[in-house]
């Protein structure tokens, strides 16, 4: 029990879902995580008193340990990765080291040549950073020192734009902000780059994979012109999900781990923390024709069920249960009606929505006097509509958000007893992150996980110890050629690229930088490398730190009203001619589209459309090859090329989503290189396994599907990460090839740490498969919604043998 105690709601809560989980068994397992005790330290010398004063008054007399020791590290101008819980203070160490430094300069003499320090605090949302600029504007007043802090990003006003760039002494931003605006008008933003004292990334475990190697040029871009300039900014690196902090901190800096603080001790004290693995309740035994066989909410989207969707049921008779978002919304309902406050995560802006909505179905015919304590939270809403969501929040006018990962780290909500994540966020990090926001400030807390129809989710509740294991390793690559070049290219235009510039980037001779010189990029002078102002276009646009490349306008064509928006990636399958587009319910055909809009026009809502995609993968290059646990499979790992063309797509009617015709396209092929993992199997096993030409496709096939799906048990990465290829005689190889590679240009990392614990990964996989109770595949096992020609063909029976020999067993254990 807490300091505090655990609030009745919350109390009764646990034992509702004790009560009625066992009776119906959507109880999985639950665990208690015992109380921690706090562990202090002592205030620094340096500390000014009003500031130690200022932090009393909020009950905080004292320091954590790892505050302290923290402060100092960044206090003395060493890069410092904090890497200690949820709510553990992990900012305020950076903010009492900072106006510590700021305090001492506005008390003393100063020259006309030296700046006032200045901190640059960047943040991958829009609620974390409000958060923290009110935080450090508060901290700063009543220790009297008169800091002016302003925000700089989308949502900010012209003016105030301009006060952060020429007056502020602290700046709260993000890295595209950085990226588009800040650093090509380095000259215009002196004031703050040339005092900077301190640069902060929060929640440095967001960026992986490729947005990850993307922020990490930026941050080092940012430290080149900070440095041009003449300040020497220390970096402040903050999570607390990150798997060896010290060597990601590195990583993403470009240094060596020695140059690195890392402070991983966490002396917070916290309540206790009691959670939950839920599964939907069984509504059949057996899917009926037209059943949404995907229970995820990224797979369910309006645009998923719309495009992707199968016509047919579980195959095999398998157990269908409710959607996690119909679940997630009752137990959102119920929990609230009990006086429990909290947050529940889908994965999707559509989930976020319906489960609003169902919840407050719920409270309507349960708990009526609260159906207005419930709204949902999510990406595409007005900044103001998100920060009076927010306050209502804070005040307590609203017990419950049903929101994405936009407050998965957002603001810093007192009193949330409980939150719900509605199928695996995809990452342990991302699921600690948000029970994290459950029971702070020693508080006692409830998480509940719903697990979804997928691999991974189904693994978990086999291995309720995995939901619990350390968090995977941060995987991103940031001497990936095709993100560093045209990160080069924006350093050579910011000023000019030289020798000395070449190791902050990783690159050990300037050869990468005379390959983009002669290609045309850059230009040689005396006094460096320089962008060359003859290109048609701005270097900073060659950067996507996103990732999914441009944003395509989704218009009407009666009124020009622009409805949404769709990634450039995803085009092709969602926003093809004739495309059936579900955007709130409403249903529309694409008439037109070209490479910024598409032009849509009303459809009769019962259409739908589904699309077929054909992917070869070209060999371009293997780095490493290895045999496996059998000696007649064989793994490598190297580069490849990826070729997809959406060919056709067929026209739907529901319920049902019976068939109506098939309509050809003519979509040009997009190719894109990338890593890869693959294996290869020797003829004489496919003979001893007696795999057919008739068979084997269908094993292949959903060998790779389910490898795919169980890949993020490992890795900070999803399915939609990947993709993959399977196929019984590959043109290069001549042989049985399974591939999984990283569906972003050049790689993320995903497919070499695939190979690099291939053990572990393909036990798990063969684990999950086994286990599976239906008879011939589903998607908690072998069926995928990204897959290109409709989950055909599948031979479960044929992967599990496959499976068996491609890994010694089920080797969970030794998972992370």
């Known amino acids: 029990m807490s300091e505090h105690g655990p609030t009745a709601g919350v ?106 320090p200045t901190a640059c605090y960047l943040a991958p949302t829009k609620a974390l950073a409000r958060d923290q600029m009110r935080h450090v504007t508060d901290l700063a007043t009543r220790a009297g020192l008169g800091l002016r802090v302003a925000a700089a990003d989308g949502d900010t006003e012209r003016e105030a734009k301009d006060f952060a760039r020429t007056r502020a002494d602290v700046v709260v931003t993000n890295p595209d902000f950085v990226h588009h605006v800040l650093l090509p008008q380095t000259a215009r933003w002196t004031h703050l780059l040339r005092g900077l004292r301190v640069i902060v990334v929060d929640e440095m475990h967001c960026y992986r994979g490729i947005s990850g190697a993307h922020v990490a040029l930026v941050l080092r871009r940012l430290l080149r012109q900070a440095r041009r300039l003449g300040a020497s900014p220390a970096v402040a690196l903050l999570s607390a999900t990150c798997a060896h902090p010290g060597e990601a901190a590195a990583r993403f800096l470009g240094v060596d781990p020695t140059e690195i603080a890392t402070v991983s001790e966490d002396g917070s004290g916290s309540g206790e923390h009691r959670f939950v693995l839920w599964r939907p309740r069984v509504v059949s035994e057996s899917a009926e024709d037209g059943a949404v066989l995907y229970d995820d909410d990224a797979a369910n989207s309006a645009e998923w069920v719309a495009l992707m969707s199968p016509a047919t049921g579980v195959p095999g008779g398998g157990i269908q249960r409710r959607s996690v978002t119909s679940e997630g919304g009752e137990l959102t309902g119920e929990l609230v009606g009990m006086g429990v406050r909290l947050l529940a995560f889908t994965r999707s802006r559509q989930g976020a929505e319906s489960l609003a909505d169902i919840a407050r179905d719920h ?11 419930v709204a949902a939270y999510r990406g595409g809403y007005l900044p103001e509509e998100r920060r009076g969501l927010e306050a209502d929040v804070r005040s307590g006018r609203l017990r419950a958000l049903a929101t994405t990962s936009a407050l998965e780290l957002g603001i810093d909500v007192a009193g949330l007893d409980a939150t719900i994540s509605c199928g695996w966020p995809g990452t342990s990090a991302s699921f600690r992150q948000q029970s994290g926001r459950a029971g702070r400030a020693g508080r006692d807390g409830l998480s509940v996980l719903i697990a979804s129809d997928n691999p991974l989710d189904a693994y978990l509740c086999d291995h309720p110890d995995q939901v619990f294991a350390p968090v995977e390793a941060s995987v991103f690559d940031p001497h990936n050629p095709h993100v560093l070049a045209p990160h080069l290219c924006c350093a050579a235009a910011e000023s000019p690229l030289t020798e000395d510039d070449l190791t902050l980037f990783g690159l050990s001779d300037n050869g990468f930088v005379r390959m983009l010189a002669e290609r045309g990029l850059l230009v040689r002078r005396r006094s460096g490398w320089y962008w060359d102002i003859s290109a048609h276009e701005r270097p900073w646009d060659l950067v996507d730190i996103r990732g999914g490349g441009h944003e395509i306008q989704i218009a009407r064509a009666d009124d020009g009203t622009i409805i949404g928006s769709i990634d450039a990636a995803a085009a092709d399958s969602q926003a093809h001619l004739g495309a059936i587009y579900v955007h709130q319910g409403r249903v529309f055909r694409v008439r037109e589209r070209d490479e910024d809009v598409v032009v849509v026009e009303p459809a009769p809502p019962k259409l739908r459309t589904r699309v077929t995609e054909h992917t070869r993968v070209r060999i371009l290059g293997v780095e490493s090859t290895v045999a496996g646990t059998d000696a007649a499979v064989t793994w490598h790992v190297g580069d490849v090329e990826v070729e997809r063309q959406v060919s056709d797509y067929d026209l739907l009617r529901l319920p049902g989503l019976q068939f109506i015709r098939n309509v050809p396209l003519d979509l040009p092929a997009r190719r894109f290189p990338t890593r890869a993992v693959w294996w290869t199997l020797d003829p004489e096993l496919v003979d001893a396994l007696m795999l057919g030409p008739d068979l084997l496709p269908g094993a292949l096939h959903a060998a790779e599907h389910a490898s795919i799906g169980l890949l993020p048990l490992l890795a900070t990465c999803d399915r939609w990460d990947l993709g993959g290829l399977s196929i019984a005689e590959h043109p290069q190889t001549g042989l049985p090839t399974v591939f999984v590679y990283d569906g972003a240009a050049g790689g993320a990392g995903f497919a070499d740490y695939g190979f690099a614990h291939r053990d572990a990964w393909m036990g798990a996989t063969r684990g999950r498969v086994s286990a599976c109770e239906c008879h011939d595949g589903c998607p908690r096992c072998i069926q995928s919604p990204k897959c290109g020609t409709n989950n055909d063909p599948l031979y479960k029976v044929g992967a599990i043998d496959l499976l068996a020999r491609l890994a010694p067993g089920d080797v969970s254990a030794g998972l992370r």
């Open 11 to 116: 109390d009764a809560a646990w034992q509702y879902l004790r009560g009625v989980g066992g009776i119906d068994e959507r109880l999985v397992d639950t665990r208690v995580l015992p109380r921690r005790d706090a562990v202090y330290g002592e205030w620094p010398g340096w500390v000014p008193a009003g500031l130690r004063a200022a932090l009393s008054e909020d009950g905080r007399a004292r320091l954590w340990s790892h505050q302290v020791e923290a402060a100092q590290a960044l206090y003395e101008g060493r890069h410092t990765v904090v890497a200690t819980g949820t709510g553990s203070g992990k900012s305020l160490a950076v903010w009492l080291a900072y106006l510590a430094r700021a305090g001492e300069a506005a008390a003393g003499p100063r020259s006309l040549a030296e700046r006032a």
């Open 363 to 373: 409270l309507a015919r349960r708990y009526p006097d609260a159906i207005d304590t």
